[in-house]
């Protein structure tokens, strides 16, 4: 008999207030405005057209960030790098952005602008906070003439804020970027601190739609200590939240279990509006960190504008038979294996035992 977890779509829903379900309605039909535009650019046949269809696109994008971003304002538990940082930052995050989007950007390049991503994602979740307060940072250089040269730097100390954290991976497509984002912890604190790690197999049936879709949680092929999860700082990070379901149906498994985590993080490139709003009405203790806010989902529960199937474009479309943790690992490569040697090592650890 195997050892699942299920969450339905119409439990997620029933966290929803009238309020979130009406600000969810208008959100929507914004974006139905914005999808006739994106309609007369498709269609567009010279540079005229192209000029007015990329006006009235400009323009009702604008319409929607604003919207998203009023809403937002009032949700304590969501921080969008866009809405919260100054307006000097919002170009690299954008280009990054689009970036990612971009059907043409292939694997290399698409791993390089999400470890980007990943870079800006910490320093807004953590660096951000630490700012007053920092500490020395000493490095002994290659010149050593007239002597040895040493140099200082400032950098935030967020020692207080990572020390008792645990990185949490929703596998497959959160497998990079939990590596990623457990390095930068690494990097960042003073005695290079390497998370543990809990590793979760869920996935949604891409059988259903949206308003039925079910998430699975694999208990037999998950890899965690539920003790060493119990007064830690949760940390996900998967680069898309659509529905929010997969971290929902693993932190009420937790609550279930008895587990009381200290902070709960959600960080992710690309969020749905409408997942965010389901965590944050679910998990009172979550809070949710992205770099960009799409505004709604398709039928088939796909972020739109979106960027696609980040999994896929990050580890490729598994065949038949999904390859295991160690397969996964194994398909980054010697370069990125050599450059989070440690995390590869944590998790191994994690899997083997």
């Not at 700082?233 to 009420?252: E, W, Y």
């Not at 972020?303 to 398909?331: F, H, S």
Request: net charge negative; glycine share 6%.
């Amino acid at each position: 008999m195997s050892n699942k977890i299920i969450l339905h779509a119409t439990d997620l829903d029933g966290f929803l207030s009238e309020s979130d379900k009406a600000k969810l309605d208008g959100v929507h039909k914004l974006y139905d405005e914005y999808l006739d535009s994106c309609k007369l650019m498709d269609n567009a046949k010279d540079d005229a057209e192209i000029e007015v269809a990329g006006n009235l696109l400009t323009n009702n994008a604008a319409k929607i960030g604003h919207a998203l971003e009023e809403i937002c304002s009032t949700e304590p538990q969501i921080h969008v790098y866009s809405f919260e940082t100054p307006d000097e930052q919002h170009g690299a995050a954008s280009r990054l952005i689009a970036k990612l989007r971009d059907p043409k950007t292939q694997h290399d390049e698409f791993v390089y602008y999400i470890q980007r991503a990943y870079e800006l994602l910490f320093a807004h979740t953590y660096s951000d906070k630490a700012i007053k307060n920092k500490r020395s940072l000493i490095e002994k250089t290659p010149v050593n003439f007239p002597c040895q040269n040493y140099a200082v730097h400032r950098i935030p100390d967020v020692d207080d804020l990572i020390h008792d954290s645990v990185m949490c991976v929703m596998l497959r497509g959160a497998l990079l970027p939990s590596i990623i984002m457990s390095k930068e912890i690494e990097d960042y604190s003073s005695d290079g601190f390497i998370t543990p790690f809990a590793l979760f197999k869920i996935k949604r049936d891409e059988s259903k739609k949206e308003d039925n879709m079910a998430y699975v949680l694999d208990l037999d092929k998950s890899f965690f200590n539920l003790e060493e999860l119990n007064g830690k700082d949760l940390i996900f990070a998967d680069p898309m939240n659509a529905t929010g379901g997969s971290l929902v149906t693993i932190i009420k498994y937790l609550e279930k279990e008895g587990i009381k985590p200290k902070s709960i993080k959600f960080i992710n490139v690309i969020s749905a509006l409408k997942g965010a709003l389901r965590i944050a009405r679910a998990i009172p203790n979550a809070e949710i960190y992205t770099l960009w806010m799409d505004p709604v989902l398709n039928e088939k529960a796909y972020i739109l504008p979106g960027l696609g199937d980040a999994g896929d474009r990050l580890n490729g479309v598994d065949g038949e038979n999904p390859r295991n943790m160690i397969q996964l690992i194994g398909d980054y490569g010697s370069g990125i294996l050599n450059l989070y040697r440690d995390q590869v090592n944590e998790i191994e650890k994690t899997v083997l035992g």
